[in-house]
Each structure stands twice: as C-alpha cells, then as structure tokens.
C-alpha cells in the first residue's frame, strides 16, 4: 500500500528534521479518497507524501520514514490513531502530529487523552486547511524565531534552542506545541494573553469555532507541571499568564 513514488524518498532524504526542505509527511488514512486528496494537496505544496491505509502499516512507517510530520485518521483498521500516536510517544517520538477525526465529540476524546497531539481537522475538512495546520505545526516545530534566550520563570526553565523544560533540576516532556505555548508566555511574564491571541501566535491561525484548544494545552501542561503547575495562571474572563 506503500505509495513508492519518487518524492517519498526524496523527501525523505531531503529535509530530515533539521533540514531545510519541506519533507516528508506521512499520511494513515483508510479512506482512499481522502487519503488521495491530502497526498495532492501536500505535494502541490513541496512536501513529499507517504500515504499507509491501516494502522500497523502506518506506525511501522513513522519509525521506519522519521517522517516531519504525521497526517492521522483516529478510525483506522489494525491499530488506530490514538494508538499511533501513544505508541510513538512512548518511546519518545515527538513528530508533530494531525488528528483527522470524524465526529466533534472525538476531538475532546483525544484531546483529553493527553497523548500529545499538535492538532485535529475535524471531517470534512478542506484540504487547504490541513496543508496550513501542517505547515503551522512544522513552524511550531521548529521554535520561536528570536529563540536563543533561556527564559525563567519560577522553578521553570526553558531552553528555547534545546528545546527542554526544566522544572528545578528534572527534566519535563512537552509536545512541540504544549512547548511553544509555554515559551510564548514565558517570553513576557505577567503580561496577560487572551486565548485568541494565543491560538493566533502558537497555533498560526485565527479562532474558528472555539478556542479549547489552548484550554487543553494549558491543561496538559499544568498536569505534567505538578507543584509547578501554579507558574500559568487563570485570568478569569480574560486569558493565561506566566506568573512573574
Ligand atoms: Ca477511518
């Protein structure tokens, strides 16, 4: 079910996580029709595609390609997306991950899973809306532009090159987005964000129907924060701050 055309490789070999080309985005859908719609649409943007139709084929793939970026239906024959992406996760894979998802209801499934998605397009999605949270989550991946800074706030330090987060002296694991969330805050302590503004500057695009998601990223990374999770605090009525 491999798709074998050229530019998986070449994308591939092109651009690994640090290069500069576009990439390879793999792609785990069981629909054929959808699967061939995001393939066109990712490839008339630079990006070289493999697509896999079931779940065990598409995990093997995510370790096997070190795909950029993963595109992932939830619903798959074999193993299913969240699965995927748990599995991935485990064994510290953070490829930057796109939940496609079916039903409304399955976002706040996933997203409350905590499995460190980057985001969702709900079905029926228009493809060109999946190629710009692609490239959001691959400009999100590759951190904030005026990143050397080592940026403190509290016990928590973050190291905007390195990509880590330390609370004290122990290490905490952030996805790529629940990261640059954090950073951005951390960038201006005390200065209170809206959740509008926040969804505009991480996540690279305007509000459509909500504004959860921030909620959620806050969520995940005040769970993982434990006693420091005090260091984003609540603006009732208004949105989020690091705590200066
Ligand atoms: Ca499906």
């Known amino acids: 079910m491999a798709s074998g055309s050229g530019k998986d490789v070449s994308g591939r070999d092109a651009s690994g996580r640090e290069g500069s080309g576009k990439g390879l985005v793999l792609v785990v859908e069981d629909e054929q029709a959808i699967a ?10 630079g990006y070289g ?4 139709h079931d779940g065990d084929a598409g995990l093997a793939a995510a370790r096997r390609l070190r795909p950029v970026a993963c595109v992932l239906d939830i619903r798959l024959p074999g193993t299913d997306g969240t699965e995927i992406c748990r599995q991935l996760r485990e064994s510290g894979d953070w490829t930057p ?57 509290g016990e ?8 880590s987060v330390h609370i004290g002296q122990t290490a905490v694991s952030l996805t790529p987005t629940e990261f640059d969330l954090l950073a951005h805050l951390m960038q201006k302590p005390g200065r209170v964000f809206t959740r509008e503004e926040l969804l505009a500057s991480v996540w690279g695009y305007a509000a459509h129907g909500g504004t959860r998601t921030v909620d959620v990223h806050v969520a995940q990374i005040r769970g993982k924060f434990g006693d420091a999770a005090d260091v984003i605090r609540t603006v009732r009525g208004v949105g989020y701050t690091a705590n200066d």
């Open 49 to 52: 595609v493999h697509v896999e």
């Open 97 to 153: 991950i796109i939940f496609l998802t079916a039903r409304d209801d399955e976002v706040d499934r996933v997203l409350g899973l905590e499995l460190g998605a980057d985001d969702y397009v709900t079905k029926p999605f228009s493809p060109r809306e999946l190629v710009a949270r692609v490239k959001s989550v691959l400009r999100r991946a590759a951190g904030p532009p005026d990143g050397g800074r080592v940026l403190r706030v």
């Open 156 to 163: 928590v330090t973050l190291h905007p090159q390195r990509r």
């Open 36 to 45: 061939e719609l995001v393939r066109l649409y990712l490839t008339r943007d």
